[in-house]
């Protein structure tokens, strides 16, 4: 009975994004700061901003972030965060 109560409640875990400020100029804008911003609000997400996270190469090409240690990137800012709202699910 208690495992299917600990599976019926279980409380859903936080997500760590590390962003790298660099990717964040430069593919963020006026809207896309704001709806990130609502987006980090989510007590269940934990993020830090880093002066640079060394993947240069995908930086200068599309948004990207690192979710639990694991690079997410998407087309344009939208998408990523599309993307980042999924991983939180």
Known sequence: MKTFLSKLFT???KIQIEFCQNTLDRHLNEQTIAEY??????????????ECLSECKLCKEVPYAKVNGQIMHGKDS???????QEALK
């Open 11 to 13: 409380k859903k875990g």
């Open 37 to 50: 911003g609502k987006f980090l609000e989510n007590p269940r997400v934990q993020y830090k901003e880093y």
């Open 78 to 84: 939208h998408d990523l965060l599309n993307q980042l």
